[in-house]
């Protein structure tokens, strides 16, 4: 599945560009990519990082009603 749709998802499972930001920051101990970062990888300007497509994955996963986790259960 394309980062684009996993954000998608998100985004209409209520998740803002905001609380992505937060929360990717989160499972990297850091800072989060910012608002306007999340918006172009959505509307497909541009791409995610090696370094955020694995904590985005993750987030997909366990927050979607059809993350690929969610499948197997």
Do not use: C
């Not at 996993?6 to 929360?23: A, F, H, R, T």
């Amino acid at each position: 599945m394309s980062y684009q749709l996993k954000l998608q998802i998100l985004k209409l499972n209520g998740w803002s560009d905001e609380k992505l930001s937060v929360e990717i920051g989160t499972h990297l101990a850091g800072d989060g990519p910012s608002t306007q970062t999340i918006y172009r990888w959505r509307t497909g300007k541009t791409r995610p990082a090696k370094v955020f497509q694995k904590a985005l994955d993750n987030l997909f996963t366990e927050n979607s009603p059809n993350g690929e986790d969610n499948e197997n259960r």
